[in-house]
């Protein structure tokens, strides 16, 4: 078990889904990962907001769609010291401000921003928040990906917005398997910790696929999760299939073949 109660700046603190299905939503979950998203006293002031907890810590937000255009989608967010210091920052480096900084209660501070390539992320401002209790075991947060079709303008941007490093490493494929020759891991600014990936996906993905902020969620066997999703009537994009970090698939709840998100069984 990994609990934490603060983040260092510069480092993913939460994820959240945005649901055209909320209850269906929690139900695919709760299977899935074990989670318990069940509506909260506060959820009606918060829009239908919830939280999703594993054995009483949270682990990631659901929210129902808010208008008939928003995507269902899951969201990253980026832990932050000053929202509006950063939303300046993410427009001199050419990104554009999706939602301005807004208070969340006394829960923190939150905006949406997208880079240059189009992929939307979400910084919080914590106050009595601070994001996930708990990280990198089964059932919650253990990675967060940005699969980008303009790797050099992501690493420009991300630089100058939270700090992040690039460091490059070889890609292992199959002969003839197609993917990038390389990935990406961020490193944090503060330690050059790494606490974030990124893939490019031109030619690995249709073209109406936009760039995207990908989730990986722990689970004890990712084969078992990928029959679970299955069972659900859910969707498998990729895998799985076993790398350094684990065995791992890209997968779909079936109320939102959209939000695709990662299941990682680590060793």
Known sequence: MSKVTSYVPGTPS???LASADIDASAAFYANLLGWD???QPNSAEMGGYRRAELDGDAVAGMMPLQQPSQPAVWSTYISVEDAEATA???SAAGGSVMFEPMDVMDLGRMAVFADPGGAAFGVWQPGTFAGAGRVNEAGAITWNELGTRDPKG???FYGAVFGWKAKEQKMQRNEGEPGPETYVEFLRAADDRSIAGMMDIGGMLPDE?????????GVADADAAVEKVKAAGGTVNFGPVTIDAGRFAVVSEPNAPMAAFAVIAQP
């Open 14 to 16: 939460w994820v959240d």
């Open 37 to 39: 998203a069940s509506e």
């Open 88 to 90: 300046a920052k993410v």
């Open 154 to 156: 992501a690493k420009e």
């Open 209 to 217: 696929v936009p760039a995207h902020w990908l989730v990986y969620f």
